[in-house]
């Protein structure tokens, strides 16, 4: 009998979560770091005692969320590449259904994801030669152009996995995909690379369905058809000129146990390894190496398509287009226009390049799974609901309008007039006007309709624009609303977050528009609120570097607590994680600083007010929280920002 060579592809998937949900597992639960016998962390760990190799893929979203909450998990995924355990696949950062979107923003997400490998995990980019289509929805027309792009950092992509069903046509010709579907047909065409027609040299690797339907074993009879189907490739192999692959490639989570799938996957899973250590006749491989060596015999036209659950059983459609163009969905996909339309506009008018940038990476994000629903089937289905877009990606679409902010600070920026500015107007296109201060080296957004808080805040002083308040890209779950408090998990604090009425009303007034100082003035007219009556008066100078607040608190409101929600330099905080966060401390003062920025918030008499030492500061997605208390009112505090023009 001769051999196969086999690959094993784990795809890992998450949004930039966080920790601390009542719907869903948490990041900690996902990555097994609290031992037990789930997460991906037992994969690698069964991987590392097998001495298996295997491929990845991580989702730059999740990378983002890993490298701010659990850093110390990358030192397993470095530490499997020096032992040749693990080889990296690339895929778009935001896993968005890329033949939905234009060849540029396609560009920049294959970047973005290639930059994450390149300086957080020292891969070399030129290496990363697989690629891993989001949802595995391929489009040859659509994809096949961009993924080669010789201007990539990798240089452009040369192999894609693509599910073996899309070998078949979908309508014409036999057999059909529908006939392999149904399972009436093997060949040793489906274990080829295949040159794609048209694909401008990239050449498919074909994900077995029959390996993905048993792997993990759930029982002793998937073993045994495992076994049946490799000894067949096995002997087909020593019988052709070009060497067969059998590729198992499918969500992490399914072998780990986690996210709804079953919790015995991993038990499963090692006995599966059990069984390849038993057979060295299938030699497990690393694809980016593999297809180094190997050759491809045949070209076939790859049509529109995905796999078997997601076209036929979920009700998608071959190419997705019954989920993206479904009514439910079309209030998101205005939201996401309207944005992608508006920071174009601001970038045509010119505005600073790194603001500029840091849009298009929160437009890059927020197009994650681009319309998914929830399937009547399957580990995530819901079989008594309507089929219809998720609760938690309708609020990732929703929240997409937070880079017209970003857009409109960068084209500040450029355009500011040497003066200190206060407005109202609804920047982020949610019906509510929002508050606007903004002078020559800031530009601050308050929400009025929520808590009259301080939700951004950006540093234009520098060479370049930093948000140093407000984490838009982080985790909303399933809230929708713009710059609503998050309360489970806490997670968008903002800053002058009043403990206990984040959400309440306000109305304000600008009181000096233009010139020497702007001034506005916050009131809280929540009806039965506690805090209502409070005011909160605005002051930014031209030229100062600090927003001046000052409290009048009703009479009946005791033991307030203010939290101050810091992200400086938030674009690098999610690129490159908390390895250069400091934080700074003074008895007047807190605060904290990132790559270059400081963010701080400080008392003008600590006599009247006090931080909290003991509560804060607590961290939340991207950022830190202080937390400071009135011993008298009124009172006044300074929040401020200044670069230092280095990391």
Not at 588 to 600: A, C, E, L, T
Request: glycine share 8%; hydrophobic share 35%.
């Amino acid at each position: 009998m001769g051999c196969i060579d086999f690959a094993i592809v784990h795809h890992a998937n998450q949004y930039i979560i966080t920790n601390g949900y009542r719907n869903r597992e948490g990041l900690d639960d996902v990555l097994g770091i609290r031992g037990g016998h789930t997460g991906y962390l037992k994969i690698l760990e069964l991987h590392q005692e097998y001495k298996i190799p295997f491929n990845l893929h991580l989702s730059g979203t999740l990378f983002e969320t890993i490298l701010w909450h659990c850093p110390d998990f990358l030192d397993h995924l470095r530490a499997l590449r020096e032992q040749g355990l693990v080889d990296f696949i690339c895929s778009s950062y935001g896993q968005n259904i890329m033949r939905f979107f234009d060849y540029q923003h396609n560009f920049r997400q294959l970047n973005e994801c290639i930059r994450l490998y390149r300086e957080q995990l020292g891969a070399e980019p030129r290496e990363l030669k697989v690629f891993w289509p989001p949802e595995r929805i391929w489009d040859t027309k659509r994809l096949a152009p961009v993924l080669t792009d010789g201007d990539l950092l990798n240089q452009g992509h040369q192999y894609v996995l693509i599910d073996d069903r899309l070998f078949y046509p979908a309508r014409h010709g036999m057999p059909s995909r529908r006939v392999f579907d149904e399972g009436l047909e093997r060949s040793c065409a489906d274990f080829y690379p295949c040159r794609i027609v048209q694909g401008n040299g990239l050449t498919a690797l074909p994900i077995s369905s029959f390996l993905r339907q048993n792997i993990p074993p759930r029982d002793n009879g998937s073993l045994e058809r495992l076994d049946e189907l490799f000894r067949w490739l096995a002997e087909k192999n020593s019988q052709v000129e070009c060497s067969l692959i059998a590729i198992y490639g499918d969500d992490l989570e399914k072998s780990s146990g986690c996210c709804g799938w079953d919790e015995g996957g991993p038990a499963q899973y090692e006995a599966f390894l059990q069984w390849l250590v038993r057979n060295p006749w299938v030699r497990p491989v690393k694809l980016n190496q593999w297809v180094s060596t190997t050759c491809v015999a045949c070209q076939k036209p790859i049509e529109v398509g995905s796999y078997f659950e997601m076209s036929r059983q979920f009700g998608a459609g071959e190419g997705y287009e019954k989920w993206y163009f479904d009514p439910n969905w079309k209030l998101y996909r205005g939201y996401y226009a309207w944005t992608e339309e508006k920071v174009a506009e601001i970038s045509a008018k010119g505005g600073d390049p790194d603001l500029l940038e840091m849009a298009g990476k929160h437009l890059l994000a927020s197009s994650w799974e681009t319309a998914w629903h929830t399937p009547p089937y399957g580990v995530h289905g819901n079989a008594a609901s309507a089929i219809e877009p998720s609760p938690w990606i309708k609020a990732v679409t929703s929240h997409s309008r937070h880079a017209a902010v970003i857009a409109e600070a960068a084209y500040w920026m450029k355009h500011k007039d040497g003066s200190a500015c206060a407005c109202l107007e609804d920047i982020d296109n949610d019906g509510q006007e929002e508050l606007i201060l903004k002078n020559e080296r800031l530009f601050a957004v308050f929400s009025p309709a929520c808590g009259g808080r301080l939700v951004y805040l950006f540093n234009v002083s520098g060479a370049g624009g930093k948000m140093v308040i407000g984490n838009p890209s982080d985790d909303w779950n399933w809230l929708e609303e713009l710059n609503k408090y998050m309360r489970v998990p806490p997670n968008h604090p903002g800053a002058l977050a009043e403990a206990g009425y984040e959400d309440d009303r306000y109305e304000a007034a600008v009181t000096e528009h233009h010139g020497d100082e702007a001034r506005a003035i916050l009131v809280n007219k929540q009806e039965n609120s506690q805090a209502e009556g409070l005011e909160k008066s605005l002051r930014l100078v031209r030229g100062s570097d600090e927003i001046e607040v000052t409290y009048q608190l009703p009479g009946n409101l005791a033991d307030l607590a203010i939290d101050c929600g810091l992200s400086p330099d938030y674009a690098h905080l999610l690129r490159a994680g908390r390895g250069l966060l400091k934080e700074h401390a003074a008895p007047d003062s807190r605060g904290f600083s990132n790559n270059g920025v400081s963010v701080w918030v400080r008392l003008e008499d600590p006599a009247r007010t006090v931080f909290d030492s003991e509560a804060m500061p607590r961290e939340f997605g991207h950022g830190c929280t202080i937390r400071l208390r009135p011993v008298t009112a009124p009172f006044t505090i300074w929040i401020g920002t200044e670069q230092t023009g280095g990391p």
